[in-house]
């Protein structure tokens, strides 16, 4: 019988790090359907025309599109009848930002069941984690919704190369909850590879950096804030979160709620209700929703 204890987070941080610096271990590429569509929109000779074809070439790509004709994002007395015009009332960022977020899921492939089974778990949270970035951009004038609703979605962007990774380490447990334990400790460091890699802003390097880090102190409030409050939000936080209320983060983003009760419990039933819809625009459904405790 093999008695070899499987490898440790340190020795799998190190062992995936090193195969990082020889060019070794394999990062996911930007999806393709993000860089073609961003390398259409980079050129001005693309017409709308032309971009709801290509568009419409990728029948999920376009009906995830189509959900956004009546969101929030696109206020406007008019009413969105087609692709084309969802995609003229987008701009250039916003479609960038949501076919990429719409791509992600689909970068990660295992054979491995256990593996899909905890990448199932942690696409459920980042949907829901977006939907809270959403509804937390709408309130103020801190970041762009869109680019809220993508950082939500990056936040755990790390986890699709170490599970990929994991495929080369046999003897780890396979158990759900070491899967989901090794994912969060090791989540931010590779994410912040990632994201680099694919060139994002600072900023949306920097939430993936500052994903766990509750006690961060900042002078004023940012995007990793506002992710790390929509992570507080969500029905099962991190374990190793404080509650919403308490966090720094949240002291930043909301200072005019102050200490009244009932402020905090209009504003957190408020956001729930506007995470609800957020979820049914991302294709997810809202968790069930029993009365759990912020402070």
């Given at each position: 019988?093999?008695?070899?204890?499987?490898?440790?987070?340190?020795?799998?941080?190190?062992?995936?790090y090193?195969r990082?610096?020889?060019?070794?271990?394999?990062?996911?590429?930007?999806?393709?359907n993000?860089?073609?569509?961003?390398?259409?929109?980079d050129?001005?000779?693309t017409?709308?025309?032309?971009l709801?074809?290509?568009?419409?070439g990728?029948?999920?790509?376009?009906?995830?599109?189509m959900q956004?004709?009546d969101?929030?994002?696109?206020?406007s007395?008019?009413?969105?009848?087609s692709?084309?015009?969802?995609?003229?009332?987008?701009g250039?960022l916003?479609?960038?930002?949501l076919?990429?977020?719409f791509?992600?899921?689909?970068?990660?492939?295992?054979?491995e069941?256990?593996?899909q089974?905890?990448?199932?778990?942690?696409?459920?949270?980042?949907?829901?984690?977006a939907?809270?970035?959403?509804c937390l951009?709408?309130?103020?004038?801190?970041?762009?919704?869109d680019?809220?609703?993508?950082?939500?979605?990056?936040?755990?962007?790390?986890s699709?190369?170490l599970?990929a990774?994991?495929?080369?380490?046999?003897e780890?447990?396979r158990?759900?909850?070491?899967?989901?334990?090794?994912?969060?400790?090791?989540?931010?460091?590779?994410?912040?590879v990632?994201?680099?890699?694919?060139k994002?802003t600072p900023?949306?390097?920097?939430v993936?950096r500052?994903?766990?880090?509750?006690?961060?102190?900042h002078?004023?409030a940012?995007?990793?804030?506002?992710?790390q409050?929509?992570?507080?939000l969500?029905?099962?936080p991190?374990a190793?979160?404080?509650?919403?209320?308490?966090?720094?983060a949240?002291?930043?983003?909301?200072?005019?709620?102050?200490?009244?009760a009932?402020?905090?419990?209009?504003l957190?039933?408020?956001?729930a209700?506007?995470?609800?819809?957020w979820?049914?625009?991302?294709?997810?459904?809202?968790?069930?929703?029993?009365?759990?405790?912020?402070?």
């Amino acid at each position: 019988m093999n008695s070899t204890p499987p490898p440790s987070a340190d020795s799998l941080r190190f062992a995936l790090y090193t195969r990082f610096l020889k060019g070794e271990a394999k990062i996911p590429q930007m999806p393709e359907n993000a860089l073609r569509i961003r390398r259409l929109l980079d050129d001005p000779r693309t017409s709308l025309e032309h971009l709801s074809r290509v568009i419409n070439g990728d029948p999920p790509l376009a009906a995830y599109l189509m959900q956004f004709a009546d969101s929030p994002l696109l206020k406007s007395a008019r009413a969105c009848n087609s692709l084309r015009d969802v995609l003229g009332r987008l701009g250039t960022l916003r479609l960038n930002n949501l076919i990429l977020g719409f791509s992600v899921r689909n970068l990660f492939i295992s054979k491995e069941l256990p593996l899909q089974k905890v990448f199932r778990a942690r696409w459920k949270a980042s949907l829901e984690r977006a939907a809270y970035c959403a509804c937390l951009a709408a309130r103020g004038n801190l970041v762009n919704v869109d680019d809220a609703l993508l950082a939500g979605l990056l936040q755990d962007i790390g986890s699709l190369p170490l599970l990929a990774e994991l495929e080369r380490w046999p003897e780890f447990p396979r158990d759900e909850p070491a899967l989901q334990a090794l994912c969060n400790e090791l989540s931010g460091p590779v994410g912040v590879v990632i994201l680099t890699a694919w060139k994002q802003t600072p900023a949306m390097v920097e939430v993936a950096r500052q994903r766990t880090d509750w006690a961060r102190q900042h002078p004023v409030a940012d995007l990793a804030d506002l992710v790390q409050v929509a992570s507080l939000l969500q029905w099962q936080p991190p374990a190793s979160a404080p509650p919403v209320l308490q966090s720094p983060a949240f002291q930043r983003l909301f200072p005019e709620v102050g200490e009244s009760a009932d402020a905090r419990a209009a504003l957190l039933g408020q956001l729930a209700d506007d995470a609800t819809l957020w979820l049914k625009l991302l294709g997810a459904k809202a968790p069930a929703r029993a009365a759990r405790p912020a402070s």
